[in-house]
Protein backbone atom coordinates (compact mmCIF):
# COMPACT_ATOMS: atom_id res chain seq x y z
CA UNK A 1 0.00 0.00 0.00
CA UNK A 2 2.99 2.35 0.82
CA UNK A 3 4.42 1.77 -2.85
CA UNK A 4 1.20 2.88 -4.57
CA UNK A 5 0.63 5.76 -2.23
CA UNK A 6 4.74 6.58 -3.44
CA UNK A 7 3.96 5.59 -6.87
CA UNK A 8 0.62 7.93 -6.81
CA UNK A 9 2.10 11.36 -5.10
CA UNK A 10 4.78 10.74 -8.04
CA UNK A 11 2.43 10.84 -10.92
CA UNK A 12 0.65 13.62 -9.14
CA UNK A 13 3.90 15.64 -8.64
CA UNK A 14 4.80 14.98 -12.20
CA UNK A 15 1.63 15.18 -13.99
CA UNK A 16 1.35 19.24 -12.07
CA UNK A 17 4.77 20.03 -13.69
CA UNK A 18 3.82 19.11 -16.99
CA UNK A 19 0.47 20.65 -16.91
CA UNK A 20 2.56 23.89 -15.58
CA UNK A 21 4.75 23.50 -18.74
CA UNK A 22 2.52 22.90 -21.48
CA UNK A 23 0.26 25.87 -20.72
CA UNK A 24 2.92 28.21 -20.10
CA UNK A 25 4.01 27.06 -23.79
CA UNK A 26 0.66 27.33 -25.58
CA UNK A 27 0.18 30.21 -27.35
CA UNK A 28 -2.93 32.05 -26.47
CA UNK A 29 -6.15 33.57 -27.92
CA UNK A 30 -4.55 37.01 -29.27
CA UNK A 31 -1.13 35.02 -30.79
CA UNK A 32 -3.17 33.97 -33.87
CA UNK A 33 -3.30 37.51 -35.23
CA UNK A 34 0.42 37.74 -34.79
CA UNK A 35 0.89 34.24 -36.79
CA UNK A 36 -1.10 36.04 -39.77
CA UNK A 37 2.25 38.54 -40.24
CA UNK A 38 4.70 35.47 -40.69
CA UNK A 39 5.93 34.86 -37.29
CA UNK A 40 7.09 31.78 -38.67
CA UNK A 41 4.65 29.06 -37.39
CA UNK A 42 4.23 27.53 -40.24
CA UNK A 43 8.21 26.38 -40.79
CA UNK A 44 7.62 24.64 -36.70
CA UNK A 45 7.97 20.87 -36.22
CA UNK A 46 4.51 19.96 -35.86
CA UNK A 47 3.02 22.34 -38.93
CA UNK A 48 1.00 25.29 -38.70
CA UNK A 49 -1.94 24.05 -36.94
CA UNK A 50 -0.34 20.76 -35.80
CA UNK A 51 1.65 21.89 -32.46
CA UNK A 52 -1.98 23.65 -30.74
CA UNK A 53 -3.73 20.61 -31.36
CA UNK A 54 -0.62 18.47 -29.88
CA UNK A 55 0.20 20.62 -26.85
CA UNK A 56 -3.56 20.74 -26.22
CA UNK A 57 -4.53 17.05 -26.33
CA UNK A 58 -1.14 16.44 -24.13
CA UNK A 59 -2.66 19.03 -21.55
CA UNK A 60 -6.32 17.08 -21.32
CA UNK A 61 -3.79 13.77 -21.00
CA UNK A 62 -2.19 15.28 -18.46
CA UNK A 63 -5.01 17.19 -16.47
CA UNK A 64 -6.84 13.18 -16.85
CA UNK A 65 -3.88 12.23 -14.78
CA UNK A 66 -4.05 14.82 -12.16
CA UNK A 67 -7.32 14.20 -11.29
CA UNK A 68 -7.32 10.53 -11.29
CA UNK A 69 -4.08 10.78 -8.62
CA UNK A 70 -5.82 13.70 -7.05
CA UNK A 71 -8.70 11.05 -6.45
CA UNK A 72 -6.37 7.96 -5.40
CA UNK A 73 -4.27 10.16 -3.06
CA UNK A 74 -7.99 11.47 -1.20
CA UNK A 75 -8.46 7.49 -1.19
CA UNK A 76 -5.45 6.42 0.11
CA UNK A 77 -5.23 9.31 3.06
CA UNK A 78 -9.14 7.77 3.85
CA UNK A 79 -8.13 4.67 4.30
CA UNK A 80 -5.20 4.79 6.35
CA UNK A 81 -5.96 3.18 9.86
CA UNK A 82 -7.34 5.74 12.84
CA UNK A 83 -6.08 5.22 15.83
CA UNK A 84 -8.24 5.03 19.14
CA UNK A 85 -8.45 7.13 22.05
CA UNK A 86 -6.95 11.19 22.40
CA UNK A 87 -4.37 13.56 22.37
CA UNK A 88 -5.42 14.46 26.20
CA UNK A 89 -5.37 10.63 27.02
CA UNK A 90 -1.64 10.54 25.74
CA UNK A 91 -0.86 13.62 27.77
CA UNK A 92 -1.84 12.16 30.98
CA UNK A 93 -0.58 9.07 30.54
CA UNK A 94 2.96 10.68 30.31
CA UNK A 95 2.72 13.70 32.58
CA UNK A 96 5.13 13.48 35.19
CA UNK A 97 3.61 12.96 39.04
CA UNK A 98 2.00 16.27 40.44
CA UNK A 99 4.21 17.60 43.48
CA UNK A 100 1.83 18.70 46.25
CA UNK A 101 2.71 21.87 48.07
CA UNK A 102 3.61 21.37 51.93
CA UNK A 103 0.44 22.13 54.66
CA UNK A 104 0.41 24.90 56.48
CA UNK A 105 2.89 25.01 59.53
CA UNK A 106 4.60 22.08 57.88
CA UNK A 107 8.37 23.56 57.31
CA UNK A 108 10.16 22.57 53.97
CA UNK A 109 13.38 20.61 54.32
CA UNK A 110 16.42 22.02 52.75
CA UNK A 111 18.21 20.72 49.59
CA UNK A 112 20.88 18.16 50.28
CA UNK A 113 23.07 19.98 47.87
CA UNK A 114 26.06 21.18 50.03
CA UNK A 115 26.90 24.09 47.61
CA UNK A 116 23.14 25.66 48.16
CA UNK A 117 23.34 29.07 49.45
CA UNK A 118 19.67 28.63 51.33
CA UNK A 119 21.88 28.03 54.65
CA UNK A 120 23.33 31.77 54.08
CA UNK A 121 19.61 33.15 54.07
CA UNK A 122 19.14 35.11 57.82
CA UNK A 123 16.32 33.66 59.84
Given at each position: MEFLFSLALTLHVLAAVGIVGLVLVQ???GADMGATFGSGASGSLFGAAGSANFLSRTT????????LTSLSLAYFASNTPKTTGSVMEDAVKSAPEAVTAPAAGEEVPAPADSASKAKDIPK
Amino acid sequence: MEFLFSLALTLHVLAAVGIVGLVLVQHGKGADMGATFGSGASGSLFGAAGSANFLSRTTAVLAVVFFLTSLSLAYFASNTPKTTGSVMEDAVKSAPEAVTAPAAGEEVPAPADSASKAKDIPK
